[in-house]
């Protein structure tokens, strides 16, 4: 396995506010990218925003003001909230930035010289919104056209076209004969079943009459760049002459599927001699209460607002939690509220409470050692191994949601340890053996503490940070050896107290008047 890992992110339209659909991606992507570093991978994450194309313009038009200016601010805004959200990518491309300009410019026309790109007129129903021609197919059951175009017009146009079908055959081949290049593995059969038609060649161009906004055929300057020809490139682009390609996995949500990265992306490299991706990861569409997430009306609840209350790490984990990686997920406050009081407040909060408290009262802050050893504690090391061994298991197929849950099984096994042990108790015997009892138990849970705050590191990087300075462990830049078991604890210092999950504020009362 070679120790580069090069993760990418779809790229967000330039075209609005960053909403949550935004946010989880980055945060999956993010967790994957913190994860395979801790792995000791040389990683690249990279991701950024798409910025050319007929809505960037009409948005601009309507606001009065220049396409640029107007994606200058919202990039601004977009890189904001990976701020806020403690996303570590190394890189962030603009597809507005001179360095991928040049390379979509000349992948057109080495495809051009290969003869590869033909030009032709066509004449058909043209949807604004999706900026493609319509063909019957697409029309609804009643005839009509699913909102998802917006308006449809009939226009007829001199375009050129990418020769796509003939790599239909290879594709077909390429997906059987790698079955995790799609994953999960059902989105894989969905893109077989589209693949049975017979494939169009691909319209790359829009004529400047109707669109200015984009990156300029290379062999002709009346044209520019269809958005998505421009858009998949951007993943090469950032990372040409650096020998990061082809990229381990691009993380995406899938509506953008097929056909953009299961086909047109594939059969542009193919096209180009350039090896494909190793593997997209698909994720499914958050829901808020239930309604679709990135409407443009917007949705009554702030979803982003719960980092900036509750903290980006809260946010993190709830969205890491409650998707099921490839299926949707519903985003309400008393789903996360939940998930905030009962697996971070009671579960782990609590722990690192309740230890940080006996290691005071009893031991002067400073970790124990492990002096009885007893079912109950080799039982609970052998769920640590469990654990952790699932939780790996699950990362290798970026089952993040699984991953935790079985992270927090060990979690549950250790509040119910402390219950079992009553420490309270052992306290106040005189009996050596309880003593030794004690000494163990706070040993063992210190030790649990450390191992899954550290496992836990990816997903809370602030807070698993802090949970380790407060039991007085470092914080490790890599799992190595990090995540067995082991006594290199005892004695070290604890802090008085920790709170890592505030309790939530009930919410104020409405003023009387
Ligand atoms: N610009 C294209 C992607 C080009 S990639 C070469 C695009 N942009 S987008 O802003 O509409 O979406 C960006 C990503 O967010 C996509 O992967 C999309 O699936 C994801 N999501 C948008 N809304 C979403 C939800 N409601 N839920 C989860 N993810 C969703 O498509």
Redesign the pocket.
Same mark, same amino acid.
């Given at each position: 396995m070679s120790s580069q890992f090069y993760i990418t992110t779809?790229?967000?339209?330039a075209n609005g506010s960053p909403?949550?659909?935004?946010a989880?991606?980055k945060v999956l992507s993010d967790v994957i990218a913190r994860h395979r570093r801790m792995e000791g991978r040389r990683v690249h994450f990279l991701t950024g925003l798409?910025e050319h194309g007929q809505k960037v313009q009409q948005t601009a038009q309507k606001r009065g003001v220049g396409p640029q200016a107007l994606v200058d601010e919202i990039a601004a805004v977009f890189q904001g909230m990976l701020r806020d959200l403690r996303i570590s990518h190394d890189d962030y491309i603009r597809t507005t930035e001179p360095r991928h300009k040049q390379v979509v410019q000349r992948f057109l026309q080495q495809l051009f010289d290969k003869g590869l790109i033909f030009k032709a007129t066509k004449a058909g129903w043209y949807s604004v919104r999706q900026e493609q021609f319509l063909s019957d197919k697409d029309r609804a059951e009643d005839g009509s056209w699913p909102e998802i175009y917006g308006e449809v017009t009939q226009t007829t146009e001199e375009n050129y076209y990418f020769k796509l079908s003939q790599f239909q055959a290879w594709l077909i081949e390429h997906i059987r004969a790698h079955p995790d290049f799609i994953t999960p593995r059902f989105r894989q059969n969905q893109v077989l079943e589209f693949l049975k038609e017979p494939m169009n060649d691909l319209c790359i161009s829009r004529p400047k009459s109707r669109l200015t906004w984009g990156i300029e055929l290379p062999f002709d300057p009346a044209f520019v760049t269809y958005v998505w020809f421009d858009?998949?490139t951007?993943y090469y682009s950032a990372v040409e002459g650096k020998g990061l390609w082809p990229a381990d996995v691009h993380v995406? %949500?899938?509506?953008?599927l097929s056909p953009?990265h299961a086909v047109y992306w594939p059969c542009m490299l193919k096209a180009l001699g350039i090896d494909p991706p190793r593997q997209l990861l698909v994720? %499914?569409?958050?829901t808020i209460n239930n309604q679709?997430?990135?409407k443009s009306s917007g949705n009554a609840l702030d979803t982003l607002g719960f980092a900036a209350t509750h903290g980006a790490d809260a946010f993190r984990y709830y969205l890491c939690r409650e998707m099921v990686v490839g299926q949707d997920a519903d985003f309400s406050a008393a789903t996360f509220e939940n998930r905030y009081k009962a697996d971070l407040g009671n579960n782990l909060g609590n722990l690192v409470n309740r230890l940080l408290n006996m290691v005071g009262r009893s031991y002067a802050g400073k970790v124990p050692a492990a002096a009885a050893d007893e079912e109950l504690e080799q039982n609970l090391r052998g769920l640590w191994a469990e654990s952790a061994r699932k939780y790996q298991e699950a990362f290798r197929e970026y089952q993040v949601s699984h991953a935790l849950e079985s992270l927090w099984v060990f979690i549950s096994a250790m509040n119910a340890y402390i219950e079992a042990r009553a420490p309270w108790k052992l306290a106040k015997s005189a009996d050596p053996a309880d003593r030794a009892r004690l000494d163990s138990c706070l040993a063992h849970v210190a030790e649990g503490l450390r191992l899954a705050g550290t496992l836990l590191l990816p997903v809370m990087p602030e807070t698993c940070g802090k949970l380790l300075t407060h039991i007085g462990r470092p914080v490790p830049d890599r799992f190595a050896d990090q995540l067995a078991w082991s006594w290199a604890g005892t004695g070290s210092q604890v802090a008085e107290k920790c709170i890592l999950f505030p309790p939530i504020e009930p919410p104020t009362a409405p003023a009387k008047a």
């Amino acid at each position: 396995m070679s120790s580069q890992f090069y993760i990418t992110t779809a790229i967000d339209y330039a075209n609005g506010s960053p909403h949550l659909g935004h946010a989880y991606e980055k945060v999956l992507s993010d967790v994957i990218a913190r994860h395979r570093r801790m792995e000791g991978r040389r990683v690249h994450f990279l991701t950024g925003l798409d910025e050319h194309g007929q809505k960037v313009q009409q948005t601009a038009q309507k606001r009065g003001v220049g396409p640029q200016a107007l994606v200058d601010e919202i990039a601004a805004v977009f890189q904001g909230m990976l701020r806020d959200l403690r996303i570590s990518h190394d890189d962030y491309i603009r597809t507005t930035e001179p360095r991928h300009k040049q390379v979509v410019q000349r992948f057109l026309q080495q495809l051009f010289d290969k003869g590869l790109i033909f030009k032709a007129t066509k004449a058909g129903w043209y949807s604004v919104r999706q900026e493609q021609f319509l063909s019957d197919k697409d029309r609804a059951e009643d005839g009509s056209w699913p909102e998802i175009y917006g308006e449809v017009t009939q226009t007829t146009e001199e375009n050129y076209y990418f020769k796509l079908s003939q790599f239909q055959a290879w594709l077909i081949e390429h997906i059987r004969a790698h079955p995790d290049f799609i994953t999960p593995r059902f989105r894989q059969n969905q893109v077989l079943e589209f693949l049975k038609e017979p494939m169009n060649d691909l319209c790359i161009s829009r004529p400047k009459s109707r669109l200015t906004w984009g990156i300029e055929l290379p062999f002709d300057p009346a044209f520019v760049t269809y958005v998505w020809f421009d858009a998949l490139t951007n993943y090469y682009s950032a990372v040409e002459g650096k020998g990061l390609w082809p990229a381990d996995v691009h993380v995406i %949500g899938k509506d953008i599927l097929s056909p953009p990265h299961a086909v047109y992306w594939p059969c542009m490299l193919k096209a180009l001699g350039i090896d494909p991706p190793r593997q997209l990861l698909v994720h %499914g569409w958050w829901t808020i209460n239930n309604q679709k997430a990135s409407k443009s009306s917007g949705n009554a609840l702030d979803t982003l607002g719960f980092a900036a209350t509750h903290g980006a790490d809260a946010f993190r984990y709830y969205l890491c939690r409650e998707m099921v990686v490839g299926q949707d997920a519903d985003f309400s406050a008393a789903t996360f509220e939940n998930r905030y009081k009962a697996d971070l407040g009671n579960n782990l909060g609590n722990l690192v409470n309740r230890l940080l408290n006996m290691v005071g009262r009893s031991y002067a802050g400073k970790v124990p050692a492990a002096a009885a050893d007893e079912e109950l504690e080799q039982n609970l090391r052998g769920l640590w191994a469990e654990s952790a061994r699932k939780y790996q298991e699950a990362f290798r197929e970026y089952q993040v949601s699984h991953a935790l849950e079985s992270l927090w099984v060990f979690i549950s096994a250790m509040n119910a340890y402390i219950e079992a042990r009553a420490p309270w108790k052992l306290a106040k015997s005189a009996d050596p053996a309880d003593r030794a009892r004690l000494d163990s138990c706070l040993a063992h849970v210190a030790e649990g503490l450390r191992l899954a705050g550290t496992l836990l590191l990816p997903v809370m990087p602030e807070t698993c940070g802090k949970l380790l300075t407060h039991i007085g462990r470092p914080v490790p830049d890599r799992f190595a050896d990090q995540l067995a078991w082991s006594w290199a604890g005892t004695g070290s210092q604890v802090a008085e107290k920790c709170i890592l999950f505030p309790p939530i504020e009930p919410p104020t009362a409405p003023a009387k008047a």
